[in-house]
């Protein structure tokens, strides 16, 4: 019985670097496509989501396609998942059924800030880029989400925890995620974009518990975000 906490940590070590820290001012760098490297987020779920709201920047200069955020159950794989279609697309899928919102071509390559919202409700989706919000659209009315999630940065999993396809892996890097089990309000929208704090989150970037896998680094910001 003594051996059984280091003989954990050995496991723990071989499956990837484990932390939970506060990552203000720092970014997850992705820095090449790959079937393997990603992040896996601790998400304490005790019960169906029905609402949330999930927010995050990234810098990439990909132009195919990528997933960003991945939230797979063991009846769909794409039960949430943040993923850009094509350089000025973004999807949301919720139960597998996608929304799609087309935006305006970047002049330049630059930092985006993104929000995505869903309630069951009504299944209203909301969609605010760089604080700007899009009308919202509907989708999977209803519809209950599993707690007993794989959730994963940087790939799409086609299979509950893996399935990465390398031609669909997020190269570049990631900051400033959170999630909370509600839509949040246009004024806390503002907040969480200001770098503002507010509470209840399911993910929170300044308490985040995590584990890397492979080739993915935590390093300060080169610039400034916006």
Same mark, same amino acid.
């Given at each position: 019985?003594?051996?059984l906490?280091?003989?954990l940590l050995i496991?723990?070590?071989?499956s990837g670097s484990?932390?939970?820290?506060?990552?203000?001012?720092?970014?997850?760098v992705?820095p090449?496509?790959s079937?393997?490297?990603a992040?896996?987020?601790n998400?304490p779920?005790q019960q169906p989501?029905?609402k949330?709201?999930i927010?995050l920047?990234?810098?990439?200069?990909?132009s195919?396609a990528?997933?960003i955020?991945s939230y797979?159950?063991?009846s769909? =794989?794409n039960d949430?998942l943040?993923?850009?279609?094509k350089?000025?697309?973004y999807?949301?899928h919720v139960g597998g059924?996608?929304?799609? !919102?087309?935006?305006?071509?970047?002049?330049?390559?630059?930092w985006?800030?993104?929000c995505?919202?869903w309630?069951?409700?009504n299944g209203?989706?909301?969609?605010?880029?760089?604080?700007?919000?899009?009308?919202?659209?509907?989708v999977?009315?209803? !519809?209950?989400i599993?707690?007993?999630?794989?959730?994963i940065?940087?790939q =799409?999993q086609?299979?509950?925890?893996?399935g990465?396809?390398v031609n669909?892996?997020?190269?570049?890097?990631?900051? =400033?995620?959170?999630?909370?089990?509600r839509?949040?309000?246009?004024?806390e929208?503002?907040l969480?974009?200001?770098?503002?704090?507010?509470?209840?989150?399911l993910?929170?970037w300044?308490s985040? =518990?995590?584990?890397i896998?492979?080739?993915?680094?935590?390093e300060?910001?080169l610039?400034?975000?916006y």
């Open positions: 019985m003594v051996l906490p280091s003989f496991l723990a070590c071989l484990f932390s939970q820290r506060d990552l203000q001012k720092k970014v997850l992705f090449a496509s079937n393997s490297a992040v896996v987020l998400v779920l989501l029905t949330f709201t927010c920047s990234y810098y990439s200069l990909l195919r990528c997933g955020f797979a159950t063991r769909s =794989d949430i943040i993923y850009k279609p350089s000025n697309q999807s949301l059924t996608a929304i799609i !919102y087309t935006v305006p071509e970047k002049q330049k390559p630059s985006e800030h993104i995505m919202s309630d069951s409700s209203l989706v909301g969609f605010w880029l760089n604080g700007q919000p899009f009308p919202r659209l509907s999977k009315r209803g !519809y209950s599993s707690h007993e999630a794989s959730v940065l940087g =799409d086609d299979s509950f925890g893996g990465f396809d669909q892996s997020f190269v570049g890097e990631i900051s =400033d995620v959170n999630m909370w089990p839509v949040l309000t246009p004024d929208m503002g969480v974009r200001k770098d503002g704090a507010l509470s209840d989150h993910v929170n300044r985040l =518990d995590y584990t896998k492979n080739e993915v680094f935590v300060g910001f610039s400034q975000m």
